[in-house]
């Protein structure tokens, strides 16, 4: 993970392509967010999927209830233990979504050219002629040629298990549609989108509150994924009520753009929010197609130069049922982390997919083939223009560090750090080396106990590109600028060798309080 590969801009032997990969201890600098379900929530295939280089856990309550959820949770933490992986929890809201309701969960065959009826559940059986669903509004949403789609757990573009609707006339509350394409639905939700339409639903609606106050909050989770975010209000009214919630007021919340509302309110909602998610399954939908990739792009450009994890969904859809991703979806994984998103989410590919944990090490692999040819040095010139001058006191640290270790071809960065901020300022600048932050845990007081804060910083930073954390123990001095082995410095060196990013003779990168000072210091290891 150094900076002596080549770069894309420079000229590249093509045999040297078919060179093998050096297998390094960090699968990629760019994380990986796996969606847990009936296909990864074992014990064994979740320590499988730790191992392969996931470190975020996603938890979709699209679907299952709380108790399925904390089984897979219980699951997770034995394997953390077993495989000695850190990884976070992510809560994922349902939010406005509409969904079709298939209790008896029949197949339904729909075809070509027939219309079919969109009617508020109360009870009626899903069939090719109806199609019950969880939102009584639609109808006074929709107007005749209007473009509604249909798809299991989500749309997929596959002209077999996804449908594409047009708006035929309004009755009362019911919607008739004509079906433009043939497709079987098999399950027991499918998720119903309308294209460019507002729907009047709450973005965290009662029953996402009910989940976040009984299973997020015992269960502390690192980030909320608030789904359909469209208005920087939305992330106010989350937060707000995460504040409420004792532990989860530390939980980040990552604004989930779905559609073009969102999209149109992005910049204050990015503002707003902790990161960001780009969902392009809906996204795709609600945009046409050749605008995809200029959002992708923009979206990636704003979250990097405010700092702010970026993460992008959708990428490798066909290793839902197949071993080998598409080409295509190779090249997408790839320009995703060469436009500077942090991490790659997982969802059927890993929830209901026949090959979670190949999914994972096949991303991992395109992540850190692409790594190793982003053009640093030109994004570093790039942040350091766009944030200007005078720059904050932790911004020209950061900054100074990364130029540091770039020019002394440092192995690895060590940054100390209480509240994440200022690893996250180092990550910002996207340094060709691992950053090992170290979080120093605090004593605080409730006034009835004491306790150590440090592990939700530790945990969060493992959505970060380039960011790997390490929580030290509070008996070790932080500030200690020697190497004995009192120093939490010693540890986190040898931390480094044993994990095999710092050998003998390396030059490491040291971002360290000293008093009421902030020190960049180069150490030059010895045998």
Known sequence: MHST?????????????????????????????????????????????????????????????????????????IAIKATKKLCAVMLDTVGPELQVVNKSEVTISLEENESVVLTPHKGQEASSKLLPINFSGLAKAVKPGATIFVGQYLFTG??????????????????????????TLAGSLFTLHCSQIHIDMPTLSDEDKDVMKKWGAPNKIDFL???YTRHAEDVRQAREFLSKLGDLSQTLIFAKIENVEGLNHFDEILEEADGIILSRGNLG????????????????????????????TRVVDSMTDNLRPTRAEATDVANAVLDGSDAILLGAETLRGLYPVETISTVGRICAEA?????QDLYFKR????????????????????????????????????????????????????????????????????????????????????????????????????TTNESVLKVAL??????????????????????????????????
């Open 285 to 312: 939908i609600d945009l046409p197609p050749e605008k995809v990739f200029l959002f992708q792009k923009s979206a990636l450009h704003k979250c990097n130069m405010a700092g702010k994890p970026a993460v992008v």
């Open 383 to 482: 942040t350091v223009k766009y944030v200007g001058e005078p720059m904050t006191h932790l911004e020209s640290i950061a900054s100074s560090a990364v130029r540091a270790a770039i020019k002394v071809k440092a192995s690895v960065i060590i940054c100390f750090t209480s509240s994440g901020r200022a690893a996250r300022l180092i990550a910002k600048y996207r340094p060709t080396m691992p950053v090992l932050s170290v979080v120093i845990p605090r004593l605080k007081t409730n006034q009835l106990k004491w306790s150590f804060t440090g592990a939700f910083e530790a945990r969060q930073s493992l959505i970060v590109r380039g960011l790997f954390p390490m929580l030290a123990d509070p008996r070790h001095p932080a500030e200690s600028t020697s």
């Open 158 to 183: 596959s002209e077999t298990t996804s449908v594409w609707l047009e708006v035929s006339e309004v009755q009362g509350d019911d919607v008739v549609c004509v079906i433009k394409n043939s497709a």
């Open 5 to 77: 590969n080549l770069l894309l801009e420079e000229p590249i032997r093509m045999v040297s392509i078919l060179e093998p990969s050096k297998p390094n201890f960090f699968p990629a600098m760019t994380k990986i967010v796996g969606t847990l379900g009936p296909k990864s929530r074992s014990v064994e295939a979740i320590s499988a999927c730790l191992k392969a280089g996931m470190s975020v856990a996603r938890f979709d309550f699209s679907w299952g209830d709380a108790a399925y959820h904390q089984e897979t949770l219980e699951n997770l933490k």
């Open 494 to 527: 040898d931390h480094g060798k044993a994990s095999g990013v710092i050998k003998s003779h390396d030059r490491v990168v040291v971002c360290q309080k000293v008093g009421d000072s902030s020190v960049v210091k180069i150490i030059e290891l010895d045998d």
């Open 371 to 375: 790594e190793k040819v982003f053009n």
């Open 225 to 227: 994924s608030l789904s």
